[in-house]
C-alpha cells in the first residue's frame, strides 16, 4: 500500500487510494501485471492473493526504476495474448499519451473473464511534466474502456468534493516552503497542524456532506468477456 504519513500535505489521498485497493485484494487473484508499476507499493499486498505478480514500467520513470519488464505502455506489450488474469495499474493513465493503446493491450493480455483495475486523479494538480496528458471523467473511463471491449465496468469516486478542496488548497500552501533551511523548518511546522486537521475534516465531511461531482480522482474494475 502507498505509505501514509499524518504530517504529510497529501496523506490523505493515499489513504482513500489504498481503501480502495484493499477492498479489491481479494479478486486480484492469479496471474496479475501491474502497468506502470513505480517503486511496487503495492506489490506485497498483490502477492498475498495472486499466483505471480510482474511489474511494468518505462525507462523514463520518475520513481526509479523496479520493473520486472520495461516497456513503453504507449505501444504493443512484450507479452502473448491471454497471458494474465488480472491488469492494475494506478495513477498511470493520465500520463500516456496513447490511452486507448494501453486498455486496448490490457484486454489483448487478458484471459478471458480477467479483470482490469485501475486508479487515476480528477481534480488534481499538473504533476510529473511534461507527461500528464489528460483527466478522464466517469463518462470518459466508461467510453474507453467499452471501446477497448471491456464490460462489467464499475466507476467509484475516490473522495468528495471536501478532500478533493482540501487536498489541493494543501498543494498550494506547500508552495510556501521556501527560504533558507531553518526557515522552511519552521514554515512547515506551522503548516502540518493545517494539513493534519484539514484533511481530517475533509473526511468527516465527505461522509456526513456527501458530493462527488468533484472527486479526487476515480477507481475503476471492468472485465473482459
Known amino acids: 500500500m502507498y505509505p501514509v504519513h499524518r504530517f504529510t500535505h497529501n496523506w490523505l489521498i493515499k489513504e482513500l487510494v489504498n481503501r480502495q485497493v484493499q477492498m479489491r485484494l481479494p479478486r486480484l487473484t492469479g496471474a496479475v501485471v501491474d502497468l506502470g508499476c513505480g517503486v511496487r507499493p503495492f506489490a ?7 499466483d505471480s505478480y510482474l511489474g511494468v514500467d518505462w525507462e523514463n520513470t520518475l520513481h526509479g526504476l523496479r520493473a520486472d519488464v520495461v516497456a513503453d505502455l504507449n505501444h504493443r506489450l512484450p507479452f502473448e495474448d491471454r497471458t494474465f488474469d ?9 500520463h500516456l499519451a496513447e490511452p486507448d493503446t494501453m486498455l486496448a493491450e490490457a484486454w489483448r493480455i487478458l484471459r478471458p473473464g480477467g479483470g482490469i483495475t485501475l486508479s487515476a486523479p480528477f481534480q488534481w494538480w499538473l504533476h510529473e511534466a511534461p507527461w500528464d496528458y489528460q483527466r478522464f471523467t466517469r463518462h470518459g473511463f466508461d467510453y474507453h474502456l ?55 475534516t475533509a473526511r468527516a465531511l465527505d461522509r456526513h456532506w456527501h458530493a462527488e461531482e468533484e472527486t479526487a480522482g476515480y477507481f475503476v474494475t471492468a472485465r473482459k468477456r
Open 86 to 94: 488480472n491488469v492494475v495499474s494506478f495513477e498511470v493513465i493520465e
Open 44 to 50: 506485497p499486498d498483490i502477492e498475498a492473493h495472486c
Open 146 to 200: 467499452r471501446k477497448a471491449g471491456f464490460v462489467d465496468i464499475k466507476i467509484a469516486p475516490t473522495s468528495g468534493f471536501w478532500s478533493m478542496w482540501i487536498l489541493k488548497l494543501n498543494y498550494q500552501t506547500v508552495r510556501l516552503i521556501r527560504g533558507p533551511k531553518i526557515l522552511r523548518f519552521a514554515i512547515r511546522a506551522c503548516l502540518v497542524p493545517f494539513w493534519f486537521i484539514g484533511q481530517v
